[in-house]
Nanobody, 115 residues
Framework: QVRIVESGGGLVQPGGSLRLSCAAS????????MGWYRQAPGQQRELVAR???????DFADSAKGRFAISRDNAKNMVYLQMNSLKPEDTAVYYC?????????WGQGTQVTVSS
């Protein structure tokens, strides 16, 4: 059984910053990929950023230059540092972990960018 738990969401003004954290726990030997997706109301879930265990990262075009992803493989954690936030970044942010052929998701954390 694998459990994914996100934290760090909230309300922030445009131009502000937030840091999301995600912890994976349970019967885990190793995690190939950990990352973040988001889903705004009425829209499909989309990739924000993800990182392999070797440190290779992918970013959505909308996140490049503003967001940074990092991992602590020993702790099975992944972080998303979001800077220069825009109202269009408002969404529920979901953490994911790809482990031995299966994808696990957290329950999501709300990020709202508004003045």
């Amino acid at each position: 059984q694998v459990r994914i738990v996100e934290s760090g969401g909230g309300l922030v003004q445009p131009g502000g910053s937030l840091r999301l954290s995600c912890a994976a726990s349970g019967s885990i030997v190793s995690i190939h990929t950990m990352g973040w997706y988001r889903q705004a109301p009425g829209q499909q879930r989309e990739l924000v950023a993800r990182m392999s265990s070797g440190g290779n990262a992918d970013f959505a075009d909308s996140a490049k230059g503003r967001f940074a992803i990092s991992r602590d493989n020993a702790k099975n954690m992944v972080y998303l540092q979001m800077n220069s936030l825009k109202p269009e970044d408002t969404a529920v942010y979901y953490c994911m972990a790809y482990i031995l052929g299966s994808t696990y998701w957290g329950q999501g954390t709300q990020v709202t960018v508004s003045s």
